[in-house]
């Protein structure tokens, strides 16, 4: 191969890898994973494909006649006394349903839609939940990495400072391996935050049915005060809670389903029949009388379903206040710990390593405890990260369950 087929081919690579790696990162703020998990969540197309089965329900409870009309027709020859006769009888019919049982039967469909609407509301409400929490794990994970790396480097500083220290003989072999060591836990850090974050991906790609890494753009969130009032107001309004009230909607229309079959049917018709030669033209009216079958089991079950419901209703609506008051004051106490890390820790962590890179650099301390003090910082910048996730997760959790996250 020539130099010039060589370099074109190298070219080639260079702009398969480019385009490659362009096309499997794409950069995300929370705003767009949310709106992509809303449009493409399996859990949440799932659930809307759901409510287009549930609408076929509507469709047939809508059909004013549910049942077909009947024909009948009967041929035979006659054999009397000395004459033959080919008599024929056909005849038509056409039940039909009370306007209460068809009412019923539309209330119940309409009903279950409206249950179905309600569950993608509630389905989405969950996934978002699920997504934010994810999102917040990656962008922490991001942080604690920039950390580990800066931490890294620095120990990797060190660590060389020290063989050179070490040779001329001015350190003895154990801060040596100290310094080693150091370098060693940092990295076997950065690889088990590495997965964490792969943990996090993962799991946002397949919400987002995403192939592409993910490249989260925000950082997490700093204390935001909210107050309770319009929570519990928000959370009155919960999907879950519109799907147990159309259930009990469903289950009302199902016992008046069952009241509506202690009425008579009734049918009309007409019938021809040719006899010995003679037409015959009659008219007909059939009732069906409820004396046995009387809608006994769809009453009863209704009732009962309903009855159930509605405590469930009532429950749930006592459930979902203590769980906005339960996460509101999480969510309080994390911010209170945010704000004494804040106040009390971060604003000083600069200025503690300056002292102490100034203290070994004059002799006053030495490698171990230099190592010793970086690792204390480290592990209270780890602490404020730490605290600012479960800050953001709370504050998710609070808006779920106040219905926020839709």
């Avoid at 074109?8 to 260079?14: E, N, Q, R, Y």
């Avoid at 995300?28 to 409510?51: F, H, K, N, W, Y």
């Avoid at 503690?352 to 070994?360: A, I, K, V």
Wanted: hydrophobic share 45%; charged share 25%; with cysteine.
């Amino acid at each position: 191969m020539g130099m010039g087929t060589r370099t074109l081919a190298a070219c080639a690579v260079v702009s398969l890898l480019a385009g490659s790696v362009g096309a499997q990162s794409r950069v995300m703020t929370l705003q767009d994973v949310l709106a992509r998990a809303r449009e493409q969540a399996p859990a949440i197309v799932s659930a809307r494909l759901g409510l287009e089965e549930t609408r076929a329900r509507l469709m047939g409870a809508s059909v004013r006649r549910t049942s077909n009309p009947q024909i009948e027709a009967a041929v035979g020859n006659r054999h009397g006394s000395g004459t033959r006769f080919t008599d024929v009888e056909v005849g038509f019919a056409q039940p039909f349903e009370s306007g209460a049982r068809r009412s019923a039967r539309i209330a119940g469909a309409e009903a279950a839609v409206a249950q179905g609407a309600a569950q993608i509301e509630e389905t989405t409400r969950l996934v978002l939940r699920d997504v934010s929490l994810a999102y917040y794990r990656l962008v922490h994970a991001n942080a604690r990495i920039r950390l580990l790396n800066e931490a890294h480097a620095l120990a990797t500083r060190l660590h060389s400072a020290a063989d050179r220290r070490f040779k001329a003989g001015d350190i003895a072999v154990l801060d040596l391996n100290i310094a080693r060591a150091s370098v060693a836990r940092v990295w076997a850090e950065r690889e088990a935050v590495e997965a964490q974050k792969a943990q996090a991906a993962g799991e946002l790609r397949q919400w987002l049915r995403l192939d592409e890494n993910i490249v989260v753009a925000d950082t997490l969130p700093g204390p935001a005060v909210t107050e309770l009032g319009p929570l519990l107001q928000s959370s009155s309004a919960r999907p879950e809670l519109h799907v147990l009230e159309a259930a009990v909607q469903e289950a009302e229309a199902e016992l008046r389903l069952g009241l509506s079959f202690s009425k008579p049917d009734y049918g009309v018709g007409v019938r021809y029949s040719r006899e010995e030669g003679d037409h015959i033209v009659l008219g007909g009216l059939t009732l069906t009388l409820p004396v046995f079958s009387q809608g006994q089991e769809q009453r009863a079950a209704g009732s009962a379903r309903a009855t159930r419901l509605r405590a469930e209703l009532e429950a749930a609506r006592g459930a979902i206040q203590a769980q906005v008051r339960t996460a509101f004051d999480v969510y309080n106490r994390r911010l209170a710990a945010v704000s004494v890390f804040e106040r009390e820790v971060v604003a000083g962590l600069d200025e503690n390593e300056q002292l102490t890179t100034r203290s070994f650099d004059v002799g006053q301390i030495g490698l171990r405890d230099l190592l010793l003090i970086r690792r204390e910082l480290l592990d209270l910048r780890f602490e404020h990260l730490d605290a600012l996730l479960e800050a953001a997760l709370a504050r998710v959790e609070l808006d779920a369950a106040a219905g926020v996250l839709r």
